[in-house]
């Protein structure tokens, strides 16, 4: 359930008539950075605010931050400026328990070079420059490289490097307009990719098809680096150019109104262009299975989704509704290696097993290879435990708004649906429902990067820190928490 309002002249505002329950809370407008209800700062969540029956919360303050502003220029190796070239403010953000540059702003370059990138949260931010040629240019530079070799521009790094890991961070200050952040791209050697697409799906080229192109192990996430190409001619033929020398993955991508399908495979690209690559989008394995209730407990089944997540960050998995029988179909999944999940389960649930063929893949995962189809059985349990309690710092004082995570033994954290993450209420007070039976280990700190906790290195420097838990069906503990301070949290 969602209230919202609009504040009036005087900035007041009013919510009435809520549901008893636990909520977040937030502010934002236009040309400010949101903020939530307790928010020690702006990129750090707030408290969970906990209502109860008949209660009145009055004269709650929210002090605005105006966003930040990131300007400059980009301009060709002669001086000149360049229209239409992509500059990103990325931030380091962990994915699949890594940290990599991801995009937080992004704008493209008018006539006169210039860019402007607004709305930015206080901080540190990576800008790249990546620009990728019109024909006219593009048939201009390889004239200057003597016919023999295409040149391109590679996405530039400020304050000038061509690899993000040399990448210097541009700090700004809440409603800072931080200027003359400007870019010299230089063209490089580069090749062209040349080949054809075959859509197997409906037996013929594959006209209409999008290709992508992504560079692997860069540091970058894949949102942020990507050469793509829409499929215009009949005979299904592609070419991307501009390519820079380095280890690469193609996708082909065809959808209709109900799927999409795919076809993949890794690129190594050197110093020579690269013709007759051949991707064929085909039709990947209908799976179908159930889900079953176990035990006592009654769920409309109708609100879940089944989904199969990718082990590999640049495939896109699957995701299906179950039926009120509790069967699903998921009627094209490609060749590769998934994890099962269970989306939109009740609170106090979990899933229990899921067996493909009779084989337990709840721990291990699926692996689905071409031609292979087969009966996927999930069961469902309404045992699932419950933790809460309050998190406490050295005095004894409960914190509101500290970051609780509870991670499961080491065997068991690539199953990353069984961490569970929340922050402490106004009374520093926190809950954590739906745990599946098994060993785990509680933390709450004052102040840690969102997604930080997927990291195995820096959990292993927080072991200590932690507190062990075994986690039995329908067990409801309460424990509490020792803050870790951010004045001792690992950076």
Known sequence: QVYSTITDSSGRFIL???????????????????????????????????????????????????????????????????????IQAMRKRYRSGRRKLAPAGTDRTDDLGEYRIYGLRPGPYYVSATFVPGWIRARTFTRKAGGERELGYPPTYYPGTNDPAQAVPVGVRAGEEVRAIDFTIVPSGAVRIRGWVFNAVIGRPGRGALVMLYPRESGVSRFAARNQVYVDDPQGNFEISGVIPGSYNLQAFWSDSENQYVGRLPLEVGTLDIEGINIVISLGVRLSGRVQVGGDGQAKLTDLYIRLESRVESVTGNRAKVKADGSFVLPNVSAGDYRVKLENMPEDWYLKSARLDGQDVLERGIEITTGQAGSLELVLSSAAGRIDGPVLDADREPIPAAYVVLVPDRRRRVRTELYKITTTDQYGQFTLRGIAPGEYTLFAWEEIEVGAYYDPDLLRRYEKSGQSVRVREADRLSLELELIPADEVFR
């Open 16 to 86: 009435k008539s809520i549901e008893p329950g636990r909520y977040r809370l937030w502010a934002e407008r236009n040309g400010y950075v949101r903020q939530e209800f307790g928010q020690r700062s702006p990129n750090q969540p707030g408290s969970i605010l906990s209502l109860a029956p008949g209660q009145t919360l009055q004269d709650i303050v929210f002090r605005l931050i105006p966003a930040a502003v990131i300007t400059g220029r980009v301009y060709d190796e002669e001086g000149e400026p360049i229209a239409g070239a992509t």
